[in-house]
Each structure stands twice: as structure tokens, then as C-alpha cells.
């Protein structure tokens, strides 16, 4: 799925809104500016996420010669390889 600037700016307000209404924070800071951050956020999650995929990628690529004549999955592979790389950089899935 590709996360429009749009529908990231949406998904924050809902969450935003969501937060107020529930009373769960006070903002000290304009919505404007909260959303703006936000959506920074989670920019920048969706930008480590796609790195992580590249990575994984290539090193299951590096090793798929090995994996030749096994019954290994190779998406099931790239996720546990992508899992372990996202825990060694501490990055949340």
C-alpha cells in the first residue's frame, strides 16, 4: 500500500482527534504543528520500514544459492530475515 502525504495528514488527524476527544492528552502546541510532526513520524517509519525490506532482500539474495534443493520458503525467510534485522536496529514492526 502506498501512504499518500494525504492519507498519512488523515490518519493523523483521526488519531489526533481521537486523543483529544478521549482526553488522553493537552496539546501545548497548534494542531497544524502536531500534525505536522506527526506525520513526519510516520514518514520516516515508512522510510525505515522500505530500508529494512531492501536489506532483507538482499541478503536473502545473497544466500539463495545455498537454499537451492531445500523446501524453504523464501517469503517466510525474508520475513524472519527482515524480524531479526528490524530487532537489531530496534526498529518496531
Same mark, same amino acid.
Given at each position: 500500500?502506498?501512504?499518500?502525504?494525504?492519507?498519512? =495528514?488523515?490518519?493523523?488527524?483521526?488519531?489526533?482527534?481521537?486523543?483529544?476527544? @478521549?482526553?488522553?492528552?493537552?496539546?501545548?502546541a497548534? #494542531?497544524?504543528?502536531?500534525l505536522?510532526?506527526?506525520?513526519?513520524?510516520?514518514? @520516516?517509519?515508512?522510510?525505515?520500514e522500505?530500508?529494512? #525490506?531492501?536489506?532483507?532482500?538482499?541478503? %536473502?539474495?545473497?544466500?539463495?544459492?545455498?537454499?537451492?534443493?531445500?523446501?524453504a520458503?523464501?517469503?517466510? %525467510?525474508?520475513?524472519?530475515? @527482515?524480524? =531479526?534485522?528490524a530487532?537489531?536496529?530496534?526498529?518496531v514492526?
Amino acid at each position: 500500500m502506498r501512504f499518500t502525504d494525504d492519507l498519512v =495528514r488523515r490518519l493523523c488527524a483521526a488519531i489526533l482527534a481521537r486523543w483529544k476527544a @478521549k482526553r488522553l492528552i493537552r496539546p501545548k502546541a497548534s #494542531d497544524d504543528a502536531l500534525l505536522s510532526r506527526m506525520a513526519a513520524e510516520i514518514h @520516516k517509519d515508512i522510510q525505515r520500514e522500505a530500508e529494512l #525490506d531492501r536489506d532483507a532482500e538482499a541478503l %536473502l539474495e545473497k544466500h539463495l544459492g545455498k537454499l537451492e534443493g531445500t523446501q524453504a520458503n523464501s517469503r517466510i %525467510l525474508f520475513q524472519k530475515i @527482515k524480524e =531479526r534485522l528490524a530487532r537489531e536496529r530496534n526498529v518496531v514492526l
